[in-house]
């Protein structure tokens, strides 16, 4: 088991930034790839950001590139992801997940990862 706790989230204008941090405990955190999802008011939730066990390959959304990074330190069993440039479009709850180690940075599809957190809030105003 993994538990995953998300916190940062909060109320930004529009062109600020704000870094969420997601912490996990249970099972080894270095032996899972983690992502980043959002799922904004009456939409379906998608996919944001993952990283490989290592921090040494990551992959984002289109939506985000260049905007979001996500990054992870496994001596804390902390995963963030830091968000600027950040627009109403990115309001939603996001949430942080653990997948097996072996989809490296490749895991997009939720049924790809094995353990949730509960949500942060991000809202963002114009």
């Known amino acids: 088991q993994v538990q995953l706790v998300e916190s940062g989230g909060g109320l930004v204008q529009a062109g600020g930034s704000l870094r969420l941090s997601c912490a996990a405990s249970g099972r080894t955190f270095s032996a899972y790839s983690m992502g980043w999802f959002r799922q904004a008011p009456g939409k379906e939730r998608e996919f944001v950001a993952t990283i490989s066990w290592s921090g040494g390959s990551t992959y984002y959304a289109d939506s985000v590139k260049g905007r979001f990074t996500i990054s992870r330190d496994n001596t804390k069993n902390t995963v963030y992801l830091q968000m600027n440039s950040l627009n109403p479009e990115d309001t939603a709850v996001y949430y942080c997940?653990?997948?097996?180690?072996?989809?490296?940075?490749?895991?997009?599809?939720?049924?790809?990862?094995?353990?949730w957190g509960q949500g942060t809030q991000v809202t963002v105003s114009s």
């Open positions: 997940a653990a997948a097996a180690s072996w989809y490296g940075s490749s895991a997009k599809r939720e049924s790809e990862y094995r353990y």
